[in-house]
């Protein structure tokens, strides 16, 4: 009997042990921790999601049940820890031998988990016990107190810039529309402070996205907007701009294309999506090179200087491309991002798109 009381309580004290970890490295870490416990935690829900995600006909309607996923997530995990924590020491005490029954030992573990303090301790270790789990439950509710605020200031970050793209993207973003209206409104050399301002959101959510896992799954407050759609933009207008329009060549640019598609690949990471991090040029990418030229007549109409050589733009451009083209269909896959062109049109949904998502995305091939 006494050695089952000592594996009862070794097994109490490691379930506790690895209840705290699991939750530093969710809440507390800065940096990309895959674990475990939280890891089960989202995929059981999003396996509980993907029943009436079936039963959605529409973008809006799945778009609506993602909105939730992320924020109830985040709910559950606090009091998932705070179960865990029960029950680890709920068999420790008693494994002490302090308490008669495992009634008992529930009853004692549940009061000093909720600092209720109606069970005294019996004796040093058993207040020690007591104490050491009081003192838990109460870090955990307060980690999650300060973790909000950081999780909801990430998130406005991100989403301001993913706004006031749609002023120079419009809505689904494009690249074409982007070199259209800075060649319209501002002149295609302001595109540099473009690329500085979104160089620095690349970084931002390298750091943010891969610490802060949850944020990957937190939608737009508009439903036709999305982080990933707006990566994809972004990166595709620098490799268009950098590959095809016949402008000066800007360092910039090619410093934004390396921060978005190494912040999309540790993203990537984080989620065990494959991809291959040394692509050679001439690796197939998503884009035909039918939708390339017809993007370069669009550009051309519209009066877009454009480089002459057509097969080494093609060439250049798919160079760019194969970096980040499958970690970019990837994401967007796993967060069932809105429609958009050269990005959400072309992966694998969970869901196919309206018959409008797919007439939306011939009108913009033609």
């Known amino acids: 009997m006494e050695l089952a009381r000592i594996v009862v309580f070794l097994f109490g004290a490691a379930l506790a042990i690895r209840t705290i970890y699991s939750a530093i490295q969710t809440f507390v870490l800065p940096r990309a921790a895959n674990d475990a416990i939280s890891g089960l935690v989202f995929r059981g829900l999003r396996s509980a999601f993907n029943l009436p995600l079936r039963k959605a006909h529409?973008?809006?309607?799945?778009?609506?049940?993602?909105?939730?996923?992320?924020?109830?997530?985040?709910?559950?995990?606090?009091?998932?820890?705070?179960?865990?924590?029960?029950?680890?020491?709920?068999?420790?005490?008693?494994?002490?031998?302090?308490?008669?029954?495992?009634?008992?030992?529930?009853?004692?573990?549940?009061?000093?988990?909720?600092?209720?303090?109606?069970?005294?301790?019996?004796?040093?270790?058993?207040?020690?016990?007591m104490f050491t789990e009081a003192a838990l439950g109460l870090i955990l509710v307060a980690v999650l107190i300060a973790y909000l605020p950081t999780i909801y200031g990430a998130f406005q970050r991100r989403e301001q810039a993913v706004t006031m793209l749609e002023v120079r993207a419009g809505s689904p973003p494009s690249a074409i529309e982007m070199i259209l209206r800075y060649h319209r409104i501002h002149g295609l050399d302001r595109l540099t402070d473009l690329w500085t301002e979104w160089e620095r959101w690349f970084a931002d959510i390298e750091e943010s996205h891969t610490s802060l896992a949850a944020l990957v799954f937190f939608r737009s407050p508009q439903?036709?907007?999305?982080?990933?759609?707006?990566?994809?933009?972004?990166?595709?207008?620098?490799?268009?701009?950098?590959?095809?329009?016949?402008?000066?060549?800007?360092?910039?640019?090619?410093?934004?294309?390396?921060?978005?598609?190494?912040?999309?690949?540790?993203?990537?990471?984080?989620?065990?999506?494959?991809y291959n991090p040394q692509p050679q040029p001439t690796d197939p990418i998503s884009i035909g090179r039918a939708e390339f030229e017809a993007a370069c007549d669009e550009l051309l109409r519209n009066g877009v200087p454009l480089k002459p050589d057509r097969d080494q733009a093609w060439r250049d451009f798919a160079g760019w491309r194969v970096n980040y083209d499958t970690v970019l269909l990837a994401l967007a896959a796993i967060t069932m991002a809105p429609y958009a062109p050269w990005s959400s049109d072309r992966s694998i949904l969970p869901a196919r798109r309206t018959k409008n998502q797919r007439a939306s995305s011939q009108s913009q091939m033609k």
């Open 223 to 274: 439903s036709d907007h999305s982080w990933v759609t707006a990566a994809g933009a972004v990166l595709d207008t620098a490799a268009l701009i950098r590959s095809t329009v016949a402008v000066p060549h800007a360092a910039q640019a090619d410093l934004c294309l390396r921060a978005g598609y190494l912040a999309l690949r540790r993203i990537a990471d984080f989620f065990k999506i494959s």
């Open 58 to 129: 529409t973008y809006q309607q799945r778009d609506r049940l993602m909105a939730l996923y992320a924020p109830i997530g985040l709910l559950l995990l606090p009091p998932v820890f705070l179960i865990l924590l029960f029950i680890s020491f709920a068999l420790m005490y008693w494994a002490v031998g302090q308490v008669g029954s495992w009634t008992q030992a529930f009853k004692v573990s549940g009061s000093s988990l909720l600092t209720l303090g109606y069970q005294a301790p019996a004796d040093l270790i058993d207040g020690l016990l």
